[in-house]
């Protein structure tokens, strides 16, 4: 389904402020891998799906997609093989247009025709039941403007409109660290239920420890551009935020201390 090998990243080459983003990350997924991705601030995990998304060059190694090698290939020859949501609310949604024109953009990606041919009845029936999935009125409202919506809605919609067109791989960047914890707790519902039943293979960032323990299939810890550990299956569910917190410190020697991975 995915493979990274050897992927290495550094920003600002031979200036005063190189930085090492990702350094040799090697990472296999199977079709239906659901990953979680912790880490502190830092490590590498945004830069990661930046680079398989093809945001930037790799400067070395491979990114393999469904077997197909699109380590060379730009951004938006990737797009229709990736749904992506990241952490802020406004940046999935086009807040000046209606619901269903949103939805029926992310529906059109990749295809020639846009917007120009209207919204059919059948598409319309389509978005009413996608949107009822969501459990939160949004199908009784699909002419409003996506930017009357609270930024959990729209986390909501971004997520929808990123599984439509049923991607191979599902990114997400921490995307309800911007959301108040109630409205995170239904987002986090909805993404399960969505990776579920659309059988996505998914790779999700969070800062919350419980979540990255309860959630997919398979953990991820990345330290100073390195994943430090990699844990599936009955040993992931059994794992305790202590010692996950216990690995990040014997692997970086810092402490967590102070770090929001702590306060959620
Ligand atoms: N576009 C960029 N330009 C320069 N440095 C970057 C860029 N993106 C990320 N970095 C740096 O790379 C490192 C990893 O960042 P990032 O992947 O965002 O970490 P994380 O998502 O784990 O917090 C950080 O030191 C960050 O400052
Ligand atoms: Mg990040």
Not at 51 to 65: E, N, R, T
């Amino acid at each position: 389904m995915l493979e990274l090998k050897n992927v290495h990243k550094t920003f600002n080459i031979g200036t005063i402020n190189e930085k090492k983003a990702l350094q040799g990350i090697d990472l296999h997924l199977d079709p239906g891998d659901f990953v979680t991705i912790i880490g502190g601030n830092g490590a590498g995990k945004s830069t990661m799906l930046n680079m398989i998304a093809g945001v930037y060059p790799i400067d070395a190694g491979k990114i393999i997609l469904n077997g197909d090698d699109v380590s060379r290939k730009p951004e938006h020859a990737r797009a229709r093989h990736l749904g992506r949501v990241f952490q802020d609310p406004m940046r999935g949604t086009a807040a000046g247009m209606e619901i269903e024109e949103n939805l029926a953009l992310a529906y059109r990606r990749g295809k020639s025709r846009g917007l120009s041919w209207g919204i059919t009845k059948k598409e319309k029936e389509l978005y009413h039941e996608k949107l009822k999935i969501l459990e939160l009125g949004l199908e009784d409202r699909m002419t409003s403007k996506v930017g009357l919506l609270s930024g959990g809605q729209r986390q909501a919609l971004t997520l929808l409109m990123a599984a439509l067109q049923k991607p191979e791989l599902l990114l997400l960047d921490e995307h309800t660290a911007a959301l108040d914890p109630k409205t995170a707790k239904k987002v986090l519902e909805l993404t399960e239920k969505i990776v579920d039943e659309n059988n996505l293979t998914a790779m999700m960032v969070t800062h919350n420890m419980k979540d990255a323990i309860r959630m997919g299939n398979r953990l991820i810890m990345m330290n100073d551009g390195k994943i430090i550990y990699d844990v599936r299956g009955e040993e992931k569910k059994n794992l305790h935020v202590s010692e996950l917190l216990q690995k990040f410190e014997e692997a970086s020697g810092d402490e967590f201390a102070n770090d929001r991975m702590l306060l959620s």
